[in-house]
């Protein structure tokens, strides 16, 4: 006879191993990266020292090979990582997504062995920091058409010129995945992509973004000035970057959905606790209804959010190497965090209304967090081209 699940397990659809994972990394969170989220943001500061912290406790590389320095573990059990993580500091969360996903897992997906073996285990040690280079000025929701960074063949280099902005790691970026077009007549199909270190000669931090939220998350413009790039730091096939693209854009989406989740959960937690303590006409303002209400509706957005996010990363888990930026999975990533971003966006709201005048407050918790909110509709996609992804897939089944 089976062992019964236990209740937590049947309301999550997570296994005990899963729920213990979540609750370990819950606890890394709370004790080492809660503390520094109230500086990074009052002052967009980057703790230097937190990416070795984290990679001394197993929490980079998680789906790369233990041969590289990781835990081979799955990208389900990222996005519990990730969950946790944005739960207590939002903007180190978007850094280590940018760092394990779109840089280290992108590399694991995609490079040769020699270059996995040259960059992976810095990466998970958290002695090297990841960016992805994709955006530019004039390529944010056309990021493929509209890309003019090129990369012409020298010799034994590539040599890469132009400029990507809002750079998640930028400022901070020891190793960058960088995509440019190589072959400019072909349009999108002639783009390959690089793996691109910070001491390239003709590669510079042009300035540092600041935002209105997740900041201390290191956000930057880069510029490419005849920046010389080593032939053997292609990526995969010249002229088939778009590959390595969309398939990243897809895991992307599903990691982003864990942080909006995390963010919503803390943000919960913290107006109930508030409406508890908060008193007006001699009463806790929980005991009033329309209170009441707003955690009730609170409450059952946050569980709509867990479950499709779950579903999502599950759906993830089983990418194949051709299956990116096509198909179903494109189709639930994007209506993923779609769906998820905008319940957050309500969920905060309604979090901000029940602090009243302190929700407005700077520094306070709440409004760090309503703050962040609205990146989460524009990043990986503005929730406009994830309508379009969701209809197209749908209008060409």
């Known amino acids: 006879m089976t062992d019964r699940p236990s209740v937590m397990q049947a309301f ?50 998680v789906t790369a090979p233990e041969s590289l320095g990781g835990a081979g573990l799955d990208v389900f059990t990222s996005g519990l990582i990730l969950q946790a993580f944005g739960r207590w500091n939002h903007a180190l969360a978007l850094a280590w997504v940018a760092h394990e996903n779109l840089c280290l897992h992108n590399i694991l997906r995609n490079a040769n062995d020699a270059q996995k073996k040259k960059y992976v285990p810095g990466l998970c040690k958290g002695t090297a920091i990841g960016a992805l280079g994709l955006t530019e000025p004039g390529a944010g929701s056309d990021a493929l058409g509209s890309m003019r960074t090129t990369a012409r063949r020298e010799g034994g280099h590539y040599v890469l010129n132009g400029r990507k902005i809002y750079i998640t790691n930028g400022p901070v970026a020891d190793v960058l995945l960088v995509y440019a077009k190589t072959d400019k007549d072909k349009g999108a199909q002639g783009i390959s992509a690089f793996i691109v270190e910070k001491d390239f000669p003709g590669f510079k931090v042009a300035q540092k973004l600041i935002k209105m939220g997740f900041r201390g998350s290191q956000t930057a413009e880069l510029v490419f000035d005849e920046c010389r790039v080593p032939a053997e730091n292609l990526v995969g096939e010249e002229n088939r970057g778009v590959k390595v693209v969309m398939s990243g854009l897809d895991l992307e989406r599903a990691m982003i959905s864990p942080i909006c989740l995390g963010i919503a959960e803390r943000a919960f937690a913290l107006a109930l606790d508030y409406a508890r303590q908060r008193k007006q006409f001699g009463r806790p303002i929980a005991d009033f209804q329309m ?46 965090v779609l769906y998820v971003a905008e319940t957050m966006n309500q969920v905060l709201n309604d979090a901000v209304q029940v602090h009243g005048g302190t929700g407005y407050i700077w520094e306070s918790e709440i409004n760090r967090l309503y703050r962040a909110i609205k990146l989460l509709e524009i990043g990986a996609g503005t929730s406009e081209v994830r309508k379009m992804i969701i209809s197209k897939e749908l209008l060409t089944a």
């Open 12 to 61: 999550t659809g997570l296994s005990a191993d899963e729920m213990d994972i979540l609750a370990q990394a819950d606890r890394f969170a709370q004790a080492e990266l809660y503390p520094l989220a109230q500086r990074m943001d009052d002052e967009e500061w980057w703790p230097t020292d937190i990416f070795p912290k984290i990679g001394a406790t197993g929490y980079f590389g």
């Open 291 to 336: 209170i009441q209400a707003k955690l009730a509706e609170m409450y059952t957005r946050v569980e709509s959010m867990r479950l499709f996010t779950y579903q999502v990363l599950r759906a993830a888990n089983v990418i194949g190497e051709e299956d990116g930026g096509r198909g179903e999975i494109h189709k639930l990533t994007a209506a993923g």
